[in-house]
């Protein structure tokens, strides 16, 4: 492990707002623009030096329920309960959700994602201390394995005093300051109901009243099937009308999914500044929708990328991902370009969360990096190795992957970690 390192030699180094070549200077966590004495040299010959990605919405708890029968290609209406059914027998507490983070983080630093937002909907009903296990679950295994983690205390029909006693706990665990965010940049704390479609009024109502005396972001899920079908039933009116209705479309919401979602809504949430997630990865092979991307992006709406969970996405690994949504989008509007994919999965993510100091290459941001080598056959012929990262070689790897100027991947390793231990672990748990 180290703090101080130089990236010398790479093909090209690539961040939103600039790309080229040269090289990358790390002290104390962050880049600088000069060489740091007694630096780590690392060679990126062959290779291309990108911000660590950023999944803007993820659901860890889910690792350890893929492939479950009956959860594949259904309605979401169908999803849930079968969803619901799996974690009653698995029995969610805090070893299961250390369990599960532990491998669903491990895969992510694997694939290059340095920052995860959790999005968790599923507690046991047994307290605000059952809860807080359950979020240091979380939290330990990112600490262990070096990640960044958003942990977001969800709902899902949860009581909203429950819920707000819960977060409030959550916090204090944390130990967080501004923004939500621990001191080093390594925790950070948000709320956010799963939907209008599982969660009342008063639930928004009081995880916004926690929001606000914290300083924290708010998340929630939007447009997706279900969620328009219940609003309409439930309520006669669209997600998104409730929502401003219950003061959440505003600067410090992000809103998830957003596959069935009209021009005069993109609109009101460029207005106000909400940013957005996409999650293809969950919402095409579903069958649920393909967010209109490209028209979000016209309006000034910043978009991120998410993986979702593994209990509608098998997979979290989001540079594969970002090229699923690449090439889909046409279907839902113009086709966008792989850098506008690669910004979605770094910057935009980042945004997601109001980290300016994520998603980026840059003087002061945060020192955390992938490099990525093109240098085999997967690559050959290609004249572009920055797209290429999404066009050719589905499920790459980084060689090296750094978090605040340490090394938690090298040379395709965990550094803090045993893959075979990490799964043997989770495995034994489901007991499945």
């Known amino acids: 492990m180290t703090s101080s390192l130089r990236v010398r030699d790479a093909l090209s180094v690539w961040s939103a707002a600039a790309?080229?070549?040269g090289e990358v200077h790390v002290a104390d966590g962050r880049i600088v623009a000069e060489p740091v004495a007694d630096a780590v040299d690392l060679d990126a010959g062959g290779c291309v030096v990108t911000p660590g990605l950023v999944n803007a919405h993820h659901h860890l708890l889910q690792t350890a329920f893929r492939t479950l029968p009956g959860t594949r290609a259904v309605a979401m209406r169908d999803w849930l309960p079968a969803m619901a059914a799996a974690y009653r027998e698995a029995v969610v507490?805090?070893?299961?959700?250390?369990?599960a983070s532990r491998a669903g983080i491990a895969e992510a630093l694997l694939s290059g994602v340095t920052t995860i937002a959790d999005h968790h909907l599923t507690w046991p009903g047994a307290g605000a201390e059952s809860d807080v296990e359950i979020a240091d679950g979380t939290l330990r295994?990112?600490?262990k394995l070096g990640a960044r983690v958003a942990f977001v205390r969800g709902t899902a029909g949860d009581s909203a005093a429950a819920a707000a006693e819960s977060a409030e706990a959550i916090?204090?665990?944390?130990g967080t300051g501004p923004g939500g965010t621990t001191a080093d940049g390594m925790v950070q704390i948000a709320v956010g109901p799963a939907g209008v479609h599982s969660d009342a009024r008063e639930t928004f109502d009081a995880l916004g009243d926690v929001a606000r005396r914290h300083g924290l972001r708010r998340r929630t899920q939007a447009n997706e099937q279900v969620d328009t079908e219940i609003a309409a039933t439930r309520y006669g009116r669209r997600p998104i009308e409730l929502l401003d209705e219950w003061g959440w479309v505003a600067g410090d919401v992000t809103l998830a999914h957003l596959c069935d979602v009209t021009d005069d809504e993109i609109a009101l949430l460029a207005e106000r500044g909400v940013t957005a997630t996409?999650?293809?990865?969950?919402?095409?092979?579903?069958g649920w929708g393909v967010a209109p991307v490209a028209k979000m992006l016209a309006a000034g709406i910043p978009v991120g990328l998410g993986t979702s969970g593994g209990g509608s996405n098998d997979a979290g690994h989001l540079l594969a991902d970002a090229r699923l949504a690449m090439q889909v989008s046409g279907l839902a509007g113009r086709q966008l370009a792989a850098r506008e994919m690669l910004?979605?999965?770094?910057?935009?993510s980042a945004a997601g969360l109001g980290r300016a100091d994520l998603g980026r290459i840059e003087v002061g941001a945060a020192a955390d990096l992938c490099v990525w080598d093109v240098s085999g056959v997967a690559d050959a012929g290609v004249a572009d190795p920055v797209a290429g990262l999404l066009w050719a070689a589905p499920g790459r790897r980084p060689r090296h992957v750094v978090v605040a100027g340490r090394f938690v991947v090298q040379d395709y390793r965990l550094v803090s970690g045993d893959e075979g231990e990490i799964v043997?672990?989770?495995r034994e748990r489901v007991a499945r």
Request: glycine share 12%; proline share 6%.
């Open 19 to 21: 790309e080229g070549t």
């Open 93 to 99: 507490d805090g070893a299961l959700a250390y369990a």
């Open 141 to 143: 295994a990112a600490r």
């Open 171 to 174: 916090v204090a665990l944390a």
């Open 278 to 286: 996409h999650a293809p990865g969950c919402d095409v092979p579903m």
């Open 343 to 348: 910004e979605a999965a770094t910057q935009g």
């Open 424 to 426: 043997a672990a989770l």
